[in-house]
């Protein structure tokens, strides 16, 4: 059951739990990232206290289960970061989560990046209708 869903617009004090979560994200999608704790959590400090980025946190019962970041882009909107707290994945919240933050958002086109090896966020982001857009291209640094 997720119907005990609330959003609410993340606050400078949920910082230091959203850089954790940032940081299981990471892991989650492995990530090469070579940010420390203090990187993450001074830059969703920044997101959070700017405007550039908005950043929301769902809570289940008063606790938190998902955020989600996102910036409004002139050709839509560009999703920067989705999460599910692992132990409440296959049960439907990020689906619904997911349905919250984009109600506010009407018919704009939506777009995120998802790594290639991320095979459950794939599967999850072509469950919600989203298809192949683009392909970003990355070369590893010269090791010789
Ligand atoms: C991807 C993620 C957000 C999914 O959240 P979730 O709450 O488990 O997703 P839901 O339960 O709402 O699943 C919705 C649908 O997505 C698909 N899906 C979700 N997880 C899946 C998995 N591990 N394998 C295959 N399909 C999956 C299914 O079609 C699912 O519907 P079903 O349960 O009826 O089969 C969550 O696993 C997560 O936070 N992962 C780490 C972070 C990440 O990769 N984020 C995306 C970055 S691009």
Known sequence: MTADLTVRAARLDDVTLLAALNRQLIED???????????????????IAGD????????????????GVWRDDEDGIYVRQFFVVRHRRRAGVGREA??????????????????????RGLAFWRALGFRDYSVILARDPATS
């Open 29 to 47: 999608q492995r990530h090469h990232s070579t940010a420390t704790d203090a990187d993450l959590a001074d830059r969703m400090g920044r997101w």
């Open 52 to 67: 550039a980025y908005e950043v929301a946190l769902v809570e289940e019962r008063g606790e938190p289960v998902a955020y």
């Open 98 to 119: 997911f349905a919250r933050l984009s109600s506010a958002w009407g018919a704009a086109p939506v777009k995120l990046d998802a790594l290639v090896h991320n095979e």
